[in-house]
């Protein structure tokens, strides 16, 4: 999951899927090295600590969908904030 989102070699002028563009040279370095190791418990030990040092980038923040998918019951009356074309979440009410 790490080695995938996050590896530099894996930004790609089509398809690409490091959204953050992460391209550290060394955390680069330090998942090829984890792509071979031998047994899971190191396999595990140098993933989680790549892991930690990916996370200390802000690298994986996650992206704010501008239209999340809301659902609503039918008691209550939608606002539509019209800058953003986004649910007003401060002025809706209940019918």
């Given at each position: 999951m790490?080695?995938?989102?996050?590896?530099?070699?894996?930004?790609?002028?089509?398809?690409?899927?490091?959204?953050?563009l992460?391209?550290?040279?060394?955390?680069?370095?330090?998942?090829?090295?984890?792509?071979?190791?031998?047994?899971?418990?190191?396999?595990?030990t140098?993933?989680?600590?790549?892991d930690?040092?990916?996370?200390?980038?802000?690298?994986?923040?996650p992206?704010?969908?501008?239209?999340?998918?809301?659902?609503?019951?039918?008691n209550?009356?939608?606002?539509?904030?019209k800058e953003n074309?986004?649910?007003?979440?401060?002025s809706?009410?209940?019918k």
């Amino acid at each position: 999951m790490v080695d995938p989102v996050f590896n530099g070699k894996n930004i790609v002028q089509s398809g690409n899927v490091n959204w953050s563009l992460l391209n550290d040279k060394a955390l680069n370095a330090e998942m090829d090295k984890a792509e071979t190791i031998v047994g899971d418990q190191a396999r595990a030990t140098a993933w989680g600590g790549i892991d930690k040092k990916v996370i200390a980038t802000a690298a994986p923040i996650p992206w704010m969908w501008d239209k999340p998918y809301l659902v609503r019951s039918s008691n209550v009356n939608p606002v539509v904030n019209k800058e953003n074309a986004a649910w007003d979440l401060s002025s809706m009410s209940l019918k």
